[in-house]
């Protein structure tokens, strides 16, 4: 059993960053691809990165590319989202996932197999 406990997130405003921090006990962290997921009042949970389990490969949605930044440290069992040049629309609660196997990056959120409780992010205008 894996568990994952989110952290870093805030009230900034526009403009503004924050680094998500997602931390693995319980298991092989490095058998596990990982993913930070995002929903919104009232929308569907939403892929936003991923990452392979030796940060080789990684996938964002188009909404985030070139502001986010996903990366992991499998000696600290912890996943990062590095969050620049946010936007009101990125307010959220923001998820970690992880996904058992690691070699491939999966946006649906039924194929990972562990998730955290959540952070949230608010970007005010």
């Known amino acids: 059993q894996v568990q994952l406990v989110e952290s870093g997130g805030g009230l900034v405003q526009a403009g503004g960053s924050l680094r998500l921090s997602c931390a693995a006990s319980g298991g092989t962290f490095s058998s596990y691809a990982m993913g930070w997921f995002r929903q919104a009042p009232g929308k569907e949970r939403e892929f936003v990165a991923g990452i392979t389990w030796n940060g080789g490969s990684t996938d964002y949605v188009d909404s985030v590319k070139g502001r986010f930044t996903i990366s992991r440290d499998n000696a600290k069992n912890t996943v990062y989202l590095q969050m620049n040049s946010l936007k009101p629309e990125d307010t959220a609660v923001y998820y970690c996932?992880?996904?058992?196997?690691?070699?491939?990056?999966?946006?649906?959120?039924?194929?990972?197999?562990?998730w955290g409780q959540g952070t949230q992010v608010t970007v005010s205008a």
């Open positions: 996932a992880a996904e058992y196997g690691g070699s491939s990056i999966s946006r649906g959120y039924r194929w990972y197999n562990y």
